[in-house]
């Protein structure tokens, strides 16, 4: 019969993976379960000396599988449903992407583990880590760990800074108070951690976290005041899903319905993704229906949105450059109307989505593109026009899959727009959770900018968020309707835009090229001392357990 002791040394090995799998993926799942992010990064940092060697990187990878299909346990279907193919082929391509996502995960761990460092110590070099593979590692749905901390949003409005890497460093010092706790109580036994350095290190985990409070509870104040005294404008989003056999028709019925509910019309008024047709980039007006006709193709071909409209209307469509049946560029774009149905301007999407309107690597190989066919390859777009009418609202528009995109916005916002629209078509994703990831993946764009940015999607999640990354004002998932909303534009230009996005990764891989020296220096003598100022001895048996 095993005694109690021995019940927790057996079972310790499995529980604590199983309880990280959990936590890392709970505020995927909900968005207010902050805390549990950095209790599922405390949990390996607290067993990092487990995770030497073959053995302990492959747990890390296992449990970065487990926290990984949890939290986003919807990819097979979406990719089943955008591929137009079967659960059991889209399992096949959602495995190596999975993989992909967890070596990401696990690399921070991995890294902390192979340079010796105590669990009081981890936090630092696991952090520094984890900002530079998200900012380097390809991904095809490009979450982040700070991205989690958006629930609580005075803890994210340092990204105004240095963007979204420093939010992941502050989960990661937030994980680091937690050891520090958890060893103090001796909890989890007490050791070597690395004496007076290792101590600091885990000191400089609450002062960060201390700082990072204080500048956001005093940026929400500070930005509160900016948006009250900011000129605003009236704008319109209709959620309705293109795509179906009435879309169209019930996207123009109900934006006539809420404008003839106004007493005046909207500044603007904005359609999802996919909602217009598509169009010969030499057409400079939508007001003459033989133009149209003449100077369009399928779908949709001849389609005039809102033949009376009274305000500047901007929609997504594609954009084609040649002849109507074999283009030599077709572009997924958005589409800016003034009152006269005139073409203000175009902005053409940059960042396609990946298997969706681009498979990678195929360019490489024709075998590659057989595999995943689409329905025609899309060019992206190499410029970031920002969209005007003439009126005060500069317009940075981001076509679906962009608002994951840090750059793309900051491109936008530095080249003058006060005001970010994201026009979404995310029809193929049926998982009312997609959605709301999505969406929230976008929310720190408006943090990063301080600017307000509106999402008109065809399915949700249509809302507008503050330049302080809260949901102000939002329509229910899957349901047509209306949302109107008094939109303020503001001009600053933040840190974050002036430094650029890649500062703060440069600063981070710069500090993960020192740790890693030291480590190597420290592990040359002949005596087999492996112990560095960031990472000390293997500990004591009580560490072990």
């Known amino acids: ?20 799998v959990i936590l890392l993926a709970a505020p995927w799942i909900n968005q207010q379960l902050v805390a549990c ?50 659960l059991g082929i889209a399992l096949l391509i959602a495995a190596p992407i999975i993989l992909l996502d967890a070596l990401r995960l696990a690399a921070p761990f991995v890294f902390a583990a192979r340079c010796g460092a105590s669990p009081l110590q981890a936090w630092l070099p696991a952090g520094l880590m984890a900002v530079v593979v998200e900012s380097l590692m390809p991904a095809v749905f490009p979450w982040r760990h700070g991205y989690s901390q958006i629930g609580w949003y005075p803890l994210i409005q340092s990204a105004d800074l240095f963007g979204p890497g420093i939010t992941t460093l502050i989960a990661f010092a937030h994980a680091g108070v937690i050891v520090s706790i958890v060893r103090a109580r001796g909890l989890m036994g007490r050791g070597d951690d690395g004496g007076p350095s290792g101590r600091g290190v885990a000191a400089a985990a609450l002062v960060l976290c201390v700082l990072n409070a204080g500048y956001g509870f005093g940026a929400v104040w500070w930005w509160t005041a900016k948006i009250a005294a900011a000129p605003v404008v009236s704008v319109l989003a209709v959620q309705a899903n293109p795509d179906d056999a009435d879309g169209v028709e019930a996207i123009e019925a109900l934006t006539l319905q809420a404008c003839a509910s106004r007493a005046t019309p909207p500044d603007l008024i904005c359609w999802p993704e996919g909602s217009g047709g598509s169009y010969s980039d030499r057409l400079d007006s939508l007001a003459d229906p033989e133009a149209v006709q003449a100077l369009s193709r399928e779908p949709r071909r001849g389609f005039c949105p809102l033949q009376s409209q009274a305000c500047p209307l901007l929609f997504g469509g594609k954009v084609f450059v040649g002849h109507p049946d074999k283009p030599r560029s077709l572009f997924q774009s958005a589409i800016l109307l003034d009152a006269s149905a005139r073409v203000s301007g175009r902005y053409h999407k940059r960042h396609l989505m990946p298997f969706g309107e681009y498979v990678p690597g195929a360019t490489w190989s024709p075998d590659i593109r057989r595999l995943f066919p689409t329905k025609e390859p899309l060019t992206a ?105 008094e939109t303020g534009l503001l001009d600053d230009r933040t840190i974050f835009l002036r430094l650029g996005e890649h500062l703060f990764p440069v600063c981070c891989a710069l500090a993960v090229i020192a740790i890693s020296f030291r480590a190597s220096i420290r592990r040359r003598p002949a005596s087999g001392v492996t112990s560095l100022d960031v990472g000390v001895d293997e500990g004591t048996l009580s560490d072990r357990g």
């Open 37 to 86: 992010e950095w209790l599922g990064l405390a949990i390996p940092l607290l067993f990092i000396r487990r995770l030497k060697g073959w053995g302990g990187e492959t747990l890390a990878v296992l449990t970065a599988v487990g926290a990984l299909a949890i939290a986003f346990h919807w990819t097979p279907r979406v990719l089943a449903s955008s591929l137009d193919t079967s």
């Open 381 to 485: 777009g190499s410029h970031p026009t920002v969209l005007c009418d003439g009126g005060p609202a500069r317009l940075g528009v981001l076509l679906c899959y962009e608002d994951m995109i840090p750059a793309a916005a900051q491109t936008l916002v530095s080249g003058s727009a006060n005001l970010l629209v994201s026009l979404i078509n995310g029809a193929a994703f049926t998982v009312p959770l997609t959605l709301r990831q999505h969406r929230l993946l976008a929310q720190l764009r408006a943090v990063e900018s301080r600017r307000f940015m509106l999402r008109c999607a065809s399915t949700g999640e249509t809302c507008v968020i503050s330049p302080l990354g809260t949901i102000v004002a939002r329509l229910p998932l899957q349901v047509r309707g209306t949302l109107s909303y």
């Open 1 to 20: 019969m095993l005694t109690g002791q021995q019940l927790v040394t057996v079972a310790l090995p499995l529980l604590w993976p199983a309880a990280a």
